[in-house]
Structures are given as structure tokens and as C-alpha cells.
């Protein structure tokens, strides 16, 4: 069974500029996350997905950060503008039931 | 409120010592426990998960931790590590609606 997919892996941007990361999550796994773990912290989410309905947003910076997920698969993450405290890996989980939450291998961004 | 706490930041052992990694909840309604371990420039990977039943947990690597609901706390453990256990292991906590996570001990295995 594949994993969680996620591109790219890494990202160095200048700060005011705009970056996405994709992430294609388990076959069949209807709820998708996003969280940012900065360096030597624990990862936080930003915005959990049903299906294509977001169902939790409530710690995501809307004034720079967007998410969506069309058509119920998978989803990007956009940051515009970036900020340097933005940097930080950003990481795809998905799963099916309220059991395991699978994560991908992270986006590492670094704003610059 | 709703939490994760991981008592120690870090935790430096000798190599085939014994070692556990403590982690205590704060919540009002059933939970689900989790332990992650991530090694450098590497995603989340699931050490052990507690849903229900049996209050001691098997896991991957050697790793066991067990649940102990009267004091909320959901403490890892391993009775002898290795160099290659050297990470970063999250405690996490499925309150219902989302995975909150602790903020992750660095556990260091020296020769």
C-alpha cells in the first residue's frame, strides 16, 4: 500500500514570496491534515479535511495560508506571502477511521 | 482543556540501558494514545498506538508503553536501547477530533 505522498520535499523561498506543497494521501482515506512542526516542536495543525469539506481551521493563518482539497483527494497548501517564521516542515497525515493517522515524509520550507 | 505534556525535553542513556520517555493527558472524555518517533530530515513514524483493552502496549523496535488512566499518563519505555534509537519521539493524543501532540523528547543513546 502506498504511503502518504508529498511534494516537494524541500523549499527555500524569500520571504513576501509564494510557495504550495501537494499532498496525495493513502488510497480511500477520506479525512486529510496539515500540520507545521517548527524546529524542536511538536507538529500543530492548521486545517483538517472530510472528504472535501474542511471540518477544523481554526489555527490556520488565513491572512497568508489557504488550503483546499477539490475533489476529495488531494489537497495543496498555499503560503502567500511568506514570513521567516514560516519556516518549518509541513506534514500530510491522512487516515480512514478514527484509528491511525498516517503521515507523509514532510515539506521542509525555509524562508529566507 | 486539552492537552499533551512530555515531562522531559531531553533524555541522554548509554546504550543497553534501560529507558522510559514519560507523557501525561489532560482530558475529560475518552482518548485515543499514540507515540511517533521521527528521525532526522524524516517524517512521523507510528511507535505504538492504545485504543482499548489490554493497558500495556507493544510496539515496534522493541518499544512498550502503558496506559494508566487513574494518572493520565501513557509513559513510553524500552528495557535495553541502541545507538540507532537516537530521535525524537512525540506523544500524541486523539481527543475525538483532531491529534494533539506533545512537544517531543529527544532521546540520545550513547555508546
Known amino acids: 500500500e502506498a504511503g502518504v505522498a508529498q511534494s516537494p520535499r524541500y523549499k527555500i523561498i524569500e520571504k513576501r514570496q509564494s510557495v504550495a506543497f501537494w499532498c496525495n494521501p493513502i488510497s480511500g482515506h477520506a479525512t486529510l491534515y496539515w500540520y507545521q512542526q517548527i524546529l524542536g516542536q511538536g507538529p500543530k495543525l492548521l486545517i483538517q479535511?472530510?472528504?472535501?469539506?474542511?471540518?477544523?481551521d481554526s489555527q490556520l493563518p488565513k491572512d497568508r495560508f489557504s488550503a483546499e482539497r477539490l475533489k476529495g483527494v488531494d489537497s495543496t497548501l498555499k503560503i502567500q506571502p511568506a514570513k521567516l517564521e514560516d519556516s518549518a516542515v509541513y506534514l500530510c497525515?491522512?487516515?480512514?477511521?478514527?484509528?491511525?493517522?498516517?503521515f507523509g515524509e514532510g515539506s521542509w520550507l525555509t524562508v529566507v | 482543556a486539552q492537552s499533551v505534556t512530555q515531562l522531559d525535553s531531553q533524555v541522554p542513556v548509554f546504550e543497553e540501558a534501560p529507558v522510559e520517555l514519560r507523557c501525561n493527558y489532560s482530558s475529560s472524555v475518552s482518548v485515543y494514545l499514540f507515540w511517533y518517533v521521527q528521525y532526522p530530515n524524516q517524517g512521523l513514524q507510528l511507535l505504538l498506538k492504545?485504543?482499548?483493552?489490554?493497558?500495556l502496549v507493544k510496539g515496534i523496535n522493541g518499544f512498550e508503553a502503558e496506559f494508566n488512566k487513574s494518572q493520565t499518563s501513557f509513559h513510553l519505555r524500552k528495557p535495553s536501547v541502541h545507538i540507532s534509537d537516537t530521535a525524537e519521539y512525540f506523544c500524541?493524543?486523539?481527543?475525538?477530533?483532531?491529534?494533539?501532540f506533545g512537544e517531543g523528547t529527544q532521546l540520545t543513546v550513547n555508546p
Open positions: 479535511f472530510q472528504n472535501n469539506g474542511v471540518v477544523d
Open positions: 492504545y485504543l482499548s483493552g489490554s493497558t
Open positions: 500524541a493524543a486523539d481527543f475525538g477530533s483532531r491529534l494533539t
Open positions: 497525515a491522512s487516515r480512514t477511521v478514527r484509528d491511525t493517522i498516517y
